[in-house]
């Protein structure tokens, strides 16, 4: 069972806010106030299935400056590559799948 649903489906997380390249926890919720940054996700080893890291680019600079989500050892969305986010206002929200499929989009 993950770390950031509560039992009432209400956010059980820390808000962090940040304008540099970050080292998310399991429920962060990442306020980037500024583009060319990178979050770092939990460590594979560390995570959990069904933690949980949201990344918000409230600055609305990630169109033309990219957050970049360094994987950290596992996968997103079943691939070996970190993700971009290059849509301004964008906030996806990532969960830890497991091994097999690592971090999953769940929604944005």
Same mark, same amino acid.
């Given at each position: 069972?993950?770390?950031?649903?509560?039992?009432?489906?209400?956010?059980a997380?820390t808000?962090?806010?940040t304008?540099?390249?970050?080292?998310?926890?399991?429920?962060?919720?990442?306020?980037?106030?500024?583009?060319?940054?990178?979050?770092?996700?939990?460590?594979?080893?560390?995570a959990?299935?069904?933690?949980? !890291?949201? %990344?918000?680019?409230?600055?609305?600079?990630?169109?033309?400056?990219? %957050?970049?989500?360094?994987?950290?050892?596992?996968e %997103?969305?079943?691939?070996a590559?970190?993700?971009? %986010?290059?849509i301004?206002?964008?906030?996806?929200?990532l !969960?830890?799948?497991?091994?097999?499929?690592?971090?999953?989009?769940?929604?944005?």
């Amino acid at each position: 069972m993950g770390r950031y649903i509560t039992s009432t489906l209400s956010y059980a997380s820390t808000v962090v806010e940040t304008a540099v390249s970050y080292q998310a926890k399991t429920n962060d919720r990442v306020l980037c106030t500024a583009g060319s940054i990178t979050i770092t996700l939990p460590a594979a080893a560390d995570a959990l299935a069904g933690d949980t !890291v949201q %990344i918000i680019d409230v600055g609305g600079n990630s169109g033309t400056a990219n %957050i970049t989500v360094a994987r950290n050892g596992a996968e %997103i969305q079943n691939a070996a590559e970190d993700l971009t %986010i290059d849509i301004n206002n964008s906030a996806p929200v990532l !969960v830890y799948s497991g091994a097999t499929y690592g971090w999953v989009l769940t929604g944005s």
